[in-house]
């Protein structure tokens, strides 16, 4: 059942993005205004930072569209549930699908399974438009990459499912949301790498799971690693997951049963 | 333990932190229709999502279906239908259709027997020729009969309905209530608690009629029996203002696009009358 109940709510998200055309076209338009800046940047700096960017592949347009591409799955996974539990307060659903047997944690992950799908397509795009631009994808190491998505995705959306649990109890100003939203852009190693700051400020890159997530990527896709060279990327992203998910799942509990004692469930 | 399809047990003095509720306690049997009266606030709604499982209570028992609504939502849910009035339950830029295909999923049905029992549904509620047109293009009654088949989905033996008619003009309040009077109550024998702001509502499809003010049931009786326990010749209004002590139309006014003429008529001996403690 949980299949076509997943089925289903990719289909009503599809539905209603299709719904909004213009919307989508100007997404896709102006994804790609946001490459080709970056490879004129690249283009601009040629071998300049190419003392930072050696252990990527010293190419900083292949370096940058990584980052970019796969902090993609950051920023959805952050805002995709909180949005969902919001969106749905907004237009009137929660409270009808929440009288149906589904329990209201598989409604909160179905209703963000849309978002995910957009944001691997968009992905998808980015890697499209660098390989047309040049990136060397030729030695990637799928199986590799793979394993850091999946990791990357449970990561990431653990911290979202906490994300969400603040917004259904204070409705508003969720910290964690705000606090690694910019904290992942600045410190995350998604723009430029880590090795730019000094030795105190790469202690922070080092506490987010981002940072391993866009260069276990990097690596993977750009260099092709083996298995056994990206394992202290895997490994410390499965830590995160073990760490993240059985947390937020938790509070994601207990959040619901205070609002619904609250009566504040539907209200937003 | 004799247990009523739907039973609402207070057993704690504490009051309910939420709102109001605090002196509920309820019995309806199968096939009953009750019928939730009150002013404004006085937990009507409150009293129906507690029973639909969206708000915990702090104290107290409910069952629906013999199910605790508590310790047993998954099956309570499983047993029930929820007709809200809010039109915007409904995703409208899908269509009608497309909407109960999906709310049907969530009711964990097949594949093979979503889209017959949809297509059944929208022939009950008249909306087949309609039912491929995004919902935003729908009438207020067109919403309202949707809400009735999303209601219906599961084939629910107990069902809420919270003002199913607010929204609606007279004509198409008068042909909603003749259609829940006819196709779910005498067709398919559901056991139905209705909140309503309106008598005649309340008086055409209730077998009994709950009176809920400030939290508690003040009195429970079959609108007749209400009506004779003031006088021979009261009217429902009557026993509304008689028991809350506000009149209904003052309540109503705000609620329904035309108000009810008031009426009142004093010195019927009311003083001679007990109110029930619930």
């Known amino acids: ?268 | 333990m004799d247990r009523g399809f739907l039973d609402v047990i207070r057993n704690s003095r504490k009051r309910n932190v939420l709102t109001t509720l605090s002196g509920v306690n309820l019995k309806v049997k199968e096939g009953e229709v009750l019928g939730l009266l009150g002013p404004n606030g006085a937990g009507k709604s409150t009293l129906i999502k507690i029973l639909c499982t969206l708000i915990l209570p702090t104290f107290g028992e409910a069952y629906v279906n013999g199910y605790n609504v508590v310790k047993e939502g998954q099956q309570a849910r499983s047993s029930i239908g929820f007709i809200t009035t809010d039109e915007r339950s409904f995703y409208w830029r899908l269509s009608g259709r497309e909407n109960l295909q999906f709310f049907a999923t969530l009711h964990n049905m097949p594949p093979s027997q979503v889209k017959a029992r949809v297509e059944e549904l929208l022939d009950v509620v008249h909306l087949k020729n309609r039912a491929d047109e995004p919902f935003l293009n729908y009438s207020a009654g067109m919403k309202q009969r949707m809400a009735i088949a999303r209601g219906l989905l599961n084939d629910p033996k107990v069902l809420f309905m919270d003002e199913p008619t607010r929204s609606l003009d007279p004509g198409a309040a008068k042909s909603l209530r003749d259609f829940i009077k006819d196709h779910i109550v005498t067709e398919r024998g559901k056991t139905v608690l209705i909140s309503t702001h309106q008598l005649d509502e309340a008086e055409q499809l209730c077998d009994t009629i709950a009176i809920l003010d400030e939290g508690r049931i003040k009195v429970q009786g079959s609108p007749g029996e209400l009506k004779k326990s003031l006088s021979e010749s009261s009217t429902l209004g009557e026993v509304f203002s008689f028991y809350t002590g506000k009149s209904f139309e003052e309540e109503n006014a705000s609620q329904v696009p035309f108000a009810i003429p008031r009426q009142r008529k004093r010195g019927r001996g009311f003083g001679n009358m007990k109110r029930k403690g619930y």
């Open chain 1, 1 to 268: 059942m949980a299949f076509e109940k997943a089925l289903w709510f990719i289909k009503r998200g599809y539905l209603l993005q299709m719904s909004y055309k213009f919307d989508f076209f100007l997404r896709m338009f102006f994804m790609l205004f946001n490459i080709l800046t970056y490879y004129f940047i690249a283009k601009m700096m040629g071998d300049a930072a190419a003392k930072y960017l050696e252990p990527y592949g010293g190419d900083y347009f292949s370096f940058v569209l990584i980052g970019m591409a796969f902090s993609g799955y950051l920023m959805i996974s952050l805002r995709s549930f909180s949005e969902s539990v919001r969106d749905e307060q907004m237009m009137g659903t929660l409270e009808a699908m929440m009288v149906t047997p589904t329990s209201t944690s598989s409604i909160i992950a179905l209703s963000s399974l849309w978002s995910f799908i957009f944001a691997s397509f968009r992905v998808f795009l980015y890697l499209v438009i660098g390989i047309f631009l040049g990136v060397d994808m030729t030695h990637a190491n799928v199986l590799g990459a793979l394993i850091i998505l999946i990791l990357t995705i449970i990561c990431f959306s653990s911290i979202g499912i906490l994300s969400a649990s603040f917004i259904m109890v204070f409705k508003r100003g969720d910290p964690i949301n705000m606090l690694l939203m910019g904290s992942s852009e600045l410190f995350g190693g998604v723009l430029f790498p880590i090795e730019v700051f000094p030795g105190w400020l790469q202690n922070i890159s080092h506490i987010l799971p981002i940072t391993y997530s866009v260069s276990g990527m990097r690596h993977a896709i750009l260099q092709g690693y083996t298995l056994g060279s990206l394992a202290p990327d895997i490994l410390t992203l499965a830590l995160f997951s073990i760490i993240l998910l059985p947390l937020s799942l938790f509070v994601f509990d207990r959040s619901v049963l205070k609002v619904k004692a609250e009566g504040g469930l539907v209200q937003y």
